[in-house]
């Protein structure tokens, strides 16, 4: 998997063995710390997107 992380909490993510690309953006998910470390997106999108595809 590769990721990118953008300002605002906006991120790309690659997972090539998934032929899947998933882009976030928008407004930061959490305006109190809308810098580029790991947030509690993260964590729902990950959990929502294993639901779907194993």
């Known amino acids: 998997m590769y990721a990118a992380m ?3 909490d906006q991120r790309i ?3 090539p063995g998934k032929n ?3 882009v976030r953006m928008g ?4 305006p109190a710390n809308p810098g580029f470390a790991l947030s509690g997106f993260d964590n ?3 959990e929502k ?3 779907v595809i194993n």
């Open 13 to 15: 993510y690659v997972i």
């Open 44 to 46: 729902a999108l990950w």
């Open 6 to 8: 953008g300002a605002e």
């Open 27 to 30: 407004n930061a998910s959490d």
């Open 20 to 22: 899947m690309v998933v």
């Open 49 to 51: 997107i294993n639901a």
